[in-house]
T-cell receptor
Framework: QQPVQSPQAVILREGEDAVINCSSS?????VHWYRQKHGEAPIFLMI?????EQKGHDKISASFNEKKQQSSLYLTASQLSYSGTYFC???????????FGQGTRLTINP | GAVVSQHPSRVICKSGTSVKIECRSL??????MFWYRQFPKKSLMLMAT?????????EQGVEKDKFLINHASLTLSTLTVTSAHPEDSSFYIC?????????????FGNGTRLTVT
């Protein structure tokens, strides 16, 4: 039931773009995206609810393709503060509980 | 500011003892809270759903007698690791949502790093 994220790790220079993908073998009711820095709690980024929905704030956006059961997170003109591990979380069977992907570790170098 | 408080942030205990971790929602009532476990550089693994006033719902493979969950009020859930062993050492994180349904974000506590010696 765990969604699959790709890539597992990304190393960028400041200002470069990145795409993180999340796919599931189960039907998705929603997709959540979180970022976690080492030793800290995950921080909520955004939720996507409908197939084809796109959302974004600042230079971080995401899309959700309900039919393909996948979501992508887009980080443009990356900043040093974007470093961390990104997790997608999916709600299985309409329940409130989230199952998280294995995470994508993003490293931004100056 | 934080909306979910977790305590303690770190705990070291001896093998065979029990440890209680508290999770509080600070400015909202949470009928449901979630407990996750995270190994170094790994994902958040859902352990159980804590339900206010009723028994917790455990995920497959999680021993309910080992990880006791109590949700006695709308703002407090506790996780007790009983008869802890070194393999129980991990990062435990609780979370709660302001409302039910899949369209509400989860707010996480800052986690508890448990080390069993």
């Amino acid at each position: 039931q765990q969604p699959v994220q790709s890539p597992q790790a990304v190393i960028l220079r400041e200002g470069e773009d990145a795409v993180i993908n999340c796919s599931s073998s189960k039907a998705l009711y929603s997709v959540h995206w979180y970022r976690q820095k080492h030793g800290e709690a995950p921080i909520f980024l955004m939720i996507l609810l409908k197939g084809g929905e796109q959302k974004g704030h600042d230079k971080i956006s995401a899309s959700f393709n309900e039919k393909k059961q996948q979501s992508s997170l887009y980080l443009t003109a990356s900043q040093l503060s974007y470093s961390g591990t990104y997790f997608c979380g999916t709600a299985i069977g309409g329940a409130q509980k989230l199952v998280f992907g294995q995470g994508t570790r993003l490293t931004i170098n100056p | 500011g934080a909306v979910v408080s977790q305590h303690p942030s770190r705990v070291i205990c001896k093998s065979g003892t029990s440890v209680k971790i508290e999770c509080r929602s600070l400015d909202f009532q949470a009928t449901t809270m979630f407990w996750y476990r995270q190994f170094p550089k790994k994902s958040l693994m859902l352990m159980a759903t804590s339900n206010e006033g009723s028994k917790a719902t455990y995920e497959q493979g999680v021993e309910k007698d080992k990880f006791l969950i109590n949700h006695a009020s709308l703002t407090l859930s506790t996780l007790t690791v009983t008869s802890a062993h070194p393999e129980d050492s991990s990062f435990y994180i609780c979370s709660a949502s302001r409302s039910t349904g899949t369209n509400s974000p989860l707010h996480f506590g800052n986690g508890t790093r448990l080390t069993v010696t």
